[in-house]
């Protein structure tokens, strides 16, 4: 097995060579010809029933050999038998639970919060035919009934930084599969397959592609899940678009150095934010007491690039103050990200179910970048003691203060 380095440079690139290219060419064909058209049926038949190729691709919402590079990459890096993409994470986790619960007949989602918003609203609003029950993760296997199809979780969690223990989930979920967003951590720091998980979710959009220019989500799974995720992605045309599968694909090369450059920062700026005077919680695996169950080092292979932290003023305010960091949703972007989860992300969670899993009103999200550290700790220190106006003065010392605690 190639290093996690060398897989990610030459994951899906295995056809190049036969086509005389160095560069994956982007195919941005809608239809192909089929000159033989009983041959063509049964390429399309193939294809309509979840196969990951066949003799012609026939049309582009069954199959895009760019797009199939992209999946071929990322399944190398999760370590799993097959990976299937779609337009976007939303529709990736949609995709999974319409073929784990709807199309198997197990209408029931055990969900363990917090989650992304996008994710919690949809479990919730019944759209897609299911009921949720939302449970910790030490209490899933209460949860789980004869018609759960499937237990959804994500760690470390959006947006206050929880781990989970995968195993024990896993274990608690019996015969249930397990769903794993994997998007904070990416497959640099965490393999939740090899934890047991049967589904591991990327929004693309984040890290994978990495510069805010993507849109898009994927999963990786043995090969029988992904060819049922493949024919509701046939039926729904939940598509990723070919040139979207190139950037998340070129994305994939430099995703180790980029996790790893943004996680020093950020494990930097953790502990410098905890020993700010206008800073209260402090959420980021790397301090102190921020992981009871040991998972760092074990299931986890490093702290990440994601923390947050709660304000003593109006968050909004410290928002507004900012000069360098970008106010925006999303995350895993070259530069710099910060917003408010109770105003934006998680806005449709309902406020008394953020309390309740650790995620309150005044907390702020902030996804580090590739910038200079110390730009980011002055634009940070700066909003944080409100100062907006005039040039700043740097304080006498910018190291992390003792830490006595993740407060």
Same mark, same amino acid.
């Given at each position: 097995?190639?290093?996690?380095?060398?897989?990610?440079?030459?994951?899906?690139?295995?056809d190049l060579a036969g086509l005389g290219v160095h560069a994956p060419p982007i195919d941005l064909s809608t239809t192909y010809p089929?000159?033989?058209?009983?041959?063509?049926?049964?390429?399309?038949?193939?294809?309509?029933?979840?196969?990951?190729?066949?003799?012609?691709?026939?049309?582009?919402?069954?199959?895009?050999?760019?797009?199939?590079?992209?999946?071929?990459?990322?399944?190398?890096?999760?370590?799993?038998?097959?990976?299937?993409?779609?337009?976007?994470?939303?529709?990736?986790?949609?995709?999974?639970?319409?073929?784990?619960?709807?199309?198997?007949?197990?209408?029931?989602?055990?969900?363990?919060?917090?989650?992304?918003?996008?994710?919690?609203?949809?479990?919730?609003?019944?759209?897609?035919?299911?009921?949720?029950?939302?449970?910790?993760?030490?209490?899933?296997?209460?949860?789980?009934t004869p018609d759960t199809g499937l237990v959804v979780l994500e760690t470390p969690a959006n947006p206050n930084l929880d781990l989970?223990?995968?195993?024990?989930?896993?274990?608690?979920?019996?015969?249930?599969?397990?769903?794993?967003?994997?998007?904070?951590?990416?497959?640099?720091?965490?393999?939740?397959?090899?934890?047991?998980?049967?589904?591991?979710?990327?929004?693309?959009?984040?890290?994978?592609?990495?510069?805010?220019?993507?849109?898009?989500?994927?999963?990786?799974?043995?090969?029988?899940?992904?060819?049922?995720?493949?024919?509701?992605?046939?039926?729904?045309?939940?598509?990723?678009? #070919?040139?979207?599968?190139?950037?998340?694909?070129?994305?994939?090369?430099?995703?180790?150095?980029?996790?790893?450059?943004?996680?020093?920062?950020?494990?930097?700026?953790?502990?410098?934010?905890?020993?700010?005077?206008?800073?209260?919680?402090?959420?980021?695996?790397?301090?102190?007491?921020?992981?009871?169950?040991?998972?760092?080092?074990?299931?986890?292979?490093?702290?990440?690039?994601?923390?947050?932290?709660?304000?003593?003023?109006?968050?909004?305010?410290?928002?507004?103050?900012?000069?360098?960091?970008?106010?925006?949703?999303?995350?895993?972007?070259?530069?710099?990200?910060?917003?408010?989860?109770?105003?934006?992300?998680?806005?449709?969670?309902?406020?008394?179910?953020?309390?309740?899993?650790?995620?309150?009103?005044?907390?702020?999200?902030?996804?580090?970048?590739?910038?200079?550290?110390?730009?980011?700790?002055?634009?940070?220190?700066?909003?944080?003691?409100?100062?907006?106006?005039?040039?700043?003065?740097?304080?006498?010392?910018?190291?992390?203060? #003792?830490?006595?605690?993740?407060?």
């Open positions: 097995m190639k290093r996690l380095r060398t897989t990610a440079v030459h994951g899906g690139r295995d089929v000159p033989d058209q009983v041959e063509g049926g049964l390429a399309l038949q193939a294809l309509a029933e979840g196969a990951p190729r066949a003799g012609s691709s026939v049309y582009a919402r069954l199959h895009n050999p760019t797009v199939a590079r992209f999946e071929e990459a990322l399944a190398a890096l999760e370590r799993t038998e097959a990976a299937v993409a779609f337009g976007s994470g939303m529709a990736a986790v949609t995709a999974v639970v319409q073929a784990a619960c709807v199309l198997a007949g197990k209408p029931h989602v055990v969900a363990v919060r917090p989650l992304y918003g996008g994710t919690d609203h949809l479990l919730s609003s019944g759209l897609l035919g299911v009921r949720t029950t939302y449970a910790a993760a030490d209490r899933v296997a209460e949860a789980v989970v223990d995968i195993a024990e989930v896993v274990g608690g979920a019996g015969a249930a599969p397990v769903l794993v967003d994997n998007t904070f951590a990416t497959p640099v720091l965490q393999n939740p397959a090899t934890a047991g998980a049967a589904y591991v979710l990327h929004s693309g959009t984040k890290f994978l592609g990495g510069h805010g220019d993507a849109l898009g989500g994927v999963v990786a799974c043995a090969r029988d899940r992904a060819a049922a995720l493949r024919r509701v992605r046939v039926v729904t045309g939940a598509v990723l678009h #070919p040139l979207g599968g190139y950037l998340l694909h070129r994305g994939l090369a430099t995703l180790p150095l980029r996790v790893e450059a943004a996680q020093r920062s950020a494990t930097d700026l953790a502990a410098r934010l905890s020993g700010h005077p206008a800073v209260g919680l402090v959420r980021h695996p790397s301090l102190p007491g921020a992981d009871p169950r040991g998972l760092l080092g074990a299931q986890l292979r490093g702290p990440g690039a994601v923390l947050a932290f709660t304000t003593r003023e109006d968050p909004a305010a410290v928002v507004r103050r900012l000069r360098l960091v970008t106010p925006a949703v999303s995350l895993g972007s070259v530069d710099t990200l910060v917003e408010h989860p109770a105003a934006l992300t998680h806005r449709l969670v309902p406020g008394a179910d953020r309390a309740a899993c650790g995620v309150p009103d005044d907390l702020l999200r902030l996804s580090v970048g590739l910038e200079d550290v110390e730009d980011l700790w002055e634009d940070l220190d700066r909003a944080l003691s409100g100062d907006c106006e005039g040039d700043y003065i740097k304080p006498s010392s910018t190291r992390a203060r #003792p830490l006595t605690g993740s407060r």
